[in-house]
């Protein structure tokens, strides 16, 4: 079967679109055995005005219900065009679609409201509307189903993960660095249940918001300005006392843990400093706050790791790999990109949206509950009919 998956995430910069041929071996033995051939891939940046009305969407205190309900029609038609003009660049037609939308709001945590204790979550982007522009099925709106089972509704990304790079001898991290940064570590013959998986904290998302507002420009580009800067490490190993990079996992992070607030803080705490030094130290905390994650939470016991997989955009900011690199040496971990291991980095998020299509299409569940704390597997999303 050929599956559209369709990412955008939460950096808000676009659409990543993949097209995959999956196929369920003739007797499976696990729902971790599924044949991938990616077909093609391509990402379509939003426009600055489709960017920004996101972007306020996601700051609650001045989005309005009527653009937000206008939204969620309008990402059904973006998500929609992306997905046929991917067909047609590539000469191929998907039977399915996984979209998993724009997240507007994720609170994974249990809080009080109205008594009672509740998580919550909103991706938008109507599926009715993907279904009926390209003709075929659309599987949307993953994560609500793992947050009733009492999961964090996320992350969701660790099934592709295990499914792609679980390996008898070889101990592995998989790490993306999208908006937000969140790892998979998969010991050396682990089962789903040995699967850690967790947001390790800011993965573009600080980078972004310091740049545009002290460069004017939407992110930095290759990492050049933080390379020209100096780390104020004083201000990183404040940040890393903030409660969030204690916390256990599971974990999951988002705008709003990282979003304005944060970042206001974080110059503040660079007090007067030069601005490329203040990016460049919002780059180190990402890949400090990574390498101090592994530390803490995943190399445990004796269990030592081998390959680090990095996909998402952040593998293009050259700043951040060199520092990240420089933080796994003592870890004994070797960096690869995600493309070594067979699937482009930016198609990696896109590719696992269509195999958990895939898997709800075929009534299978596809939450890992080791990554999300949920109490049990389950069918992730719903169904829209063309
Ligand atoms: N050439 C580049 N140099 C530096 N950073 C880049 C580059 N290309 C992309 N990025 C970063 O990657 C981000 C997008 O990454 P992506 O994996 O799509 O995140 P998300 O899943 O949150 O949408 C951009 O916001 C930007 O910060
Ligand atoms: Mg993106």
Redesign the pocket.
């Known amino acids: 079967m050929i599956v559209a998956g369709v990412?955008?995430?939460t950096?808000a910069?676009?659409i990543?679109v993949a097209l995959v041929r999956i196929d369920s071996p003739a007797r499976p033995r696990s729902r971790h055995r599924l044949r991938l051939k990616l077909l093609g891939h391509s990402e379509f940046p939003y426009s600055e005005d489709v960017r920004s009305l996101i972007l306020s969407a996601m700051n609650s205190t001045r989005a309005s219900v009527a653009d937000l309900a206008r939204l969620n029609f309008l990402l059904g038609e973006l998500y929609a065009d992306a997905v046929i003009a991917t067909q047609r660049r590539f000469r191929s037609k998907a039977q399915l679609v996984g979209c998993h939308g724009q997240t507007l709001y994720h609170q994974g945590e249990n809080a009080s409201f109205l008594q009672r204790k509740l998580a919550a979550t909103w991706q938008s982007g109507e599926g009715a509307v993907i279904a009926a522009r390209v003709g075929v099925p659309v599987v949307s709106d993953f994560r609500p189903a793992d947050i009733a089972a009492g999961g964090k509704g996320a992350p969701l990304v660790p099934f592709l993960d295990f499914l792609l790079y679980r390996d008898t001898r070889v101990s592995r991290i998989v790490q993306n660095i999208?908006g937000i940064a969140n790892l998979t570590a998969i010991p050396a013959g682990a089962t789903a249940k040995q699967v850690i998986a967790f947001d390790t904290g800011p993965g573009n998302m600080v980078i972004d918001a310091v740049t545009e507002q002290l460069f004017h420009t939407p992110f930095d580009k290759d990492g050049r300005i933080a390379a020209s800067g100096k780390v104020i490490e004083s201000v990183i190993a404040d940040i890393l006392q903030h409660s969030f990079f204690r916390r256990r996992p599971p974990r999951t992070a988002g705008r709003e843990e990282f979003g304005r607030e944060f970042t206001r803080a974080l110059i503040a705490r660079c007090g007067g400093a030069n601005s490329r030094d203040v990016v460049a130290t919002a780059t180190a905390l990402t890949a400090r706050s990574i390498a101090d994650a592994i530390r803490r939470f995943v190399l445990i016991g004796r269990r030592s790791y081998r390959d680090f997989i990095v996909s998402g955009?952040g593998l293009r900011n050259a700043t951040l790999m060199a520092m990240l690199a420089n933080e796994l040496l003592p870890l004994g971990l070797q960096l690869h990109s995600s493309d070594e291991f067979g699937l482009p980095a930016e198609a990696k998020e896109a590719v696992a949206f269509a195999v958990l299509a895939y898997q709800t299409w075929h009534r299978r569940p596809s939450n890992i509950p080791a990554a999300t704390g949920a109490r049990r597997t389950a069918i992730l999303g719903k169904i829209s009919y063309a």
């Open positions: 990412m955008s995430g950096s910069d676009g990543n999208g955009g």
